[in-house]
């Protein structure tokens, strides 16, 4: 049987070819799939019956259940736990954001990066996920969210570090953006990386216009070794110079995701460490206030702290917003994804 929200538009176009379909077939099949978000068969009143009992000895769509459903008093942010056939589970979050929903997608089961504010690293590495289990995470928020709600956006900053699964993050990313599937625009889907230099290098050489956002937290290579142990290997100034030699559309900016951890990083001489950093980065930077959970020992600093690290940087310039972590009621913030029943 072959895993069909793993194919990507060619792929899809020659199962269709193998089959004896004519190309017309292969859209309207997607439509229902991807636009409708509908996975039973028995509703593509379009499609004949005979295509379709072909399709169900051919194909299968996503399989996970979905174990819970956890919503936050505070925002009505929610926290979906899938499990997969083989046991393993993952965490996905529908944050609103306005009118809409900002989907936060997770990549593997636990993760190897060993970030020390994570509690996913708490996990250990258990497996990548595949591109249709990425995807399923998608299928699921569509079974929970109400009528009027809509996904609009899709961050890959959930479990695991998206460039760790390079192929099945990229192939996701891909299907999610491609017209004749999910079609949503390019400016709508961010990838969110702890800084794996080899990776963004390969994505800079692919054609993908997805918005990029680094993980930084740090603002000398002491302090984010501590913290991420991936800048152990190549360091914050071969990290820095990558991002400014990164292929930008003209439209677009490297977001710098930046945790404000109390009395660790959240100085005014850390402010404008920071903004030297920055220099001759285009970029806007996204200041986490540091989210508590049960895995690290680490504390939030006060208002007062992070609006004067805000100021610091906006007085030069950079563009930077305090970005509200939904869901930190149900540990679905930035940092609590643990999978706990995983
Ligand atoms: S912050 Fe991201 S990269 Fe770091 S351990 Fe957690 S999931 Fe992995």
Redesign the pocket.
């Known amino acids: 049987m072959i895993d069909f929200c793993s194919l990507n538009y060619q792929q899809v176009q020659r199962l269709f070819a193998d089959l004896g379909q004519p190309k017309f077939r292969v859209d309207q099949f997607l439509a229902w799939v991807y636009a409708k978000g509908c996975l039973d068969m028995d509703a593509y009143t379009n499609v004949s019956k005979e295509l379709r009992s072909l399709l169900r000895e051919t194909i299968h769509f996503p399989r996970y259940t979905i174990e819970s459903v956890q919503h936050s008093r505070v925002d009505n942010t929610r926290k979906i736990l899938l499990r997969f056939p083989d046991g393993h589970a993952v965490e996905t979050v529908l944050i609103p954001v306005h009118s809409k929903l900002s989907q936060c997608l997770s990549t593997?089961v636990?993760?190897?990066?060993?970030?020390t504010?994570?509690?996913?690293?708490s996990m250990g590495f258990k497996r990548n996920l595949s591109v249709s289990e990425i995807l399923a995470q998608a299928f699921a928020a569509r079974e929970i969210i109400e009528p009027h709600e809509r996904v609009g956006n899709f961050v890959f900053?959930?479990?695991?570090?998206p460039l760790?699964n390079y192929e099945n993050s990229i192939a996701a990313i891909k299907t999610i953006i491609h017209p004749q599937m999910m079609g949503y625009s390019h400016r709508h889907v961010t990838l969110?990386?702890?800084g794996i230099l080899k990776g963004i290098r390969r994505l800079s050489r692919e054609e993908l216009p997805c918005n990029l956002a680094i993980?930084l937290h740090a603002v000398n290579d002491e302090q984010r070794s501590f913290l991420?142990p991936?800048n152990r290997a190549d360091g914050l100034h071969a990290l820095m110079q990558t991002l400014r030699e990164f292929p930008l559309s003209s439209k677009k900016v490297i977001t710098i995701e930046y945790l404000l951890i109390r009395d660790f990083n959240d100085s005014t001489d850390d402010a404008k460490k920071l903004l030297q950093l920055l220099r001759g980065l285009r970029c806007k930077v996204n200041l986490i206030v540091y989210n508590p959970h049960d895995y690290a020992d680490y504390h939030a600093p006060d208002e007062k702290r992070v609006l004067q690290f805000q100021r610091i940087l906006a007085e030069k310039g950079v563009m930077t917003f305090i970005r509200k972590s939904g869901g930190s009621d149900i540990d679905a913030a930035?940092?609590q994804?643990a999978g706990k029943s995983s």
Request: charged share 10%.
């Open positions: 593997q636990g993760c190897k990066m060993g970030c504010f994570c509690a996913t690293a900053m959930g479990m695991g570090e760790d969110s990386t702890c993980s991420m991936v930035c940092g994804l």
